[in-house]
């Protein structure tokens, strides 16, 4: 079971270093490596294994110094049956690129070259298997908006049209809804509070959490919502799962996904929030779950601070 797991860990490694820019093993061994030539190889994100194992669905990045930026491609890996069963065999080898992996069929490219491209996720739908992930509109003010796509072949759709753009895509586990993250403004800003003032560049701190870490408070609070998918794939309008509390979810800074969950039958869903009297002397956060349609938030960590 071990060498399984440490198998499927070594593949997107190895099949980054199939799509890096140098054309052949040989060359590696001739060359030095570098800064400019690990720039060149493509960047494994994120890997996420499809419900019934058959695939692996990644992101990889290729950056280019000169536009100080990168773009990314989604790529697919068939598993084949036989994976598993070289793996348990590979033991000690699977530490090397002479394993089971190396006998993989090349991975498929399903997106190319796409900025902003992230939250990947695999969705049983009443069609079929579907990738769902988050990438920029096409417009001239482009959002980050939902997408969802056909492995086997075709265009992608869009199916979330949320002012502003969302984060932090999330799949129920029954494949009928999506969660995800939207900034929600609840704070005032000094022109519309003296409208007498339209052209004021100020501030009004009265609380010590007008600046956290390296960025200041920009008078919005990220919020869970979810949203059904409706036989079209497309998706409804969200319910605010946190509607009126100032509070984030991830937390600020550095918080993502794994900061909120489905439950397994997608009924409910718990996200981890601090909600404390004075949270710039706290580092209190708690497990909250609620449901899915919305309602009360019920904490179920109490008295455990940390």
């Excluded at 009297?277 to 109490?302: C, E, Q, R, W």
């Amino acid at each position: 079971m071990f060498s399984r797991l440490l198998c499927l860990w070594l593949l997107p490694a190895a099949i980054c270093s199939g799509l890096g820019a140098v054309a052949s093993n040989q060359v590696y061994a001739q060359q030095r490596m570098t800064p400019e030539l690990l720039w060149k190889l493509g960047r494994v994100g994120e890997a996420q294994l499809s419900p019934d194992g058959r695939y692996l669905a990644m992101t990889v990045t290729y950056f280019d110094l000169a536009e100080n930026g990168g773009q990314t491609d989604l790529v697919v890996q068939e598993l084949p049956q036989w994976l598993g069963e070289a793996c348990d065999e590979a033991t000690e080898q699977a530490v090397a690129f002479n394993t089971p992996l190396a006998k993989l069929n090349r991975p498929k490219t399903l997106l190319g070259a796409i900025k902003g491209l992230n939250s990947v996720n695999w969705i049983n739908r009443p069609e079929g298997l579907r990738l769902v992930y988050l990438a920029p509109t096409k417009e001239d003010n482009p959002t980050s908006q939902a997408w969802m796509l056909d492995p086997a072949g075709g265009d992608p759709k869009q199916i979330t049209k949320v002012e502003g753009g969302i984060s932090n895509l999330k799949v129920a586990p029954t494949g009928d809804k999506i969660a995800y993250t939207i900034d929600v403004k609840m704070d005032a800003t000094v022109n519309e509070l003296y409208k007498d003032l339209p052209k004021a560049d100020a501030r009004i701190i009265d609380s010590l959490m007008y600046r956290h870490w390296n960025a200041w408070h920009d008078y919005a609070y990220s919020h869970v919502c979810v949203a059904t998918l409706g036989e079209d794939g497309q998706a409804q309008a969200g319910v605010d799962l946190m509607k009126g509390l100032r509070a984030d979810c991830p937390l600020q800074p550095f918080g993502g996904s794994e900061h909120f969950a489905f439950s397994p039958d997608g009924t409910e869903l718990a996200l981890t929030i601090k909600l404390v009297n004075n949270p710039a002397m706290s580092t209190d956060t708690s497990i909250f779950l609620v449901s899915a349609a919305g309602g009360p938030l019920k904490n179920i960590t109490p008295g455990m601070p940390g």
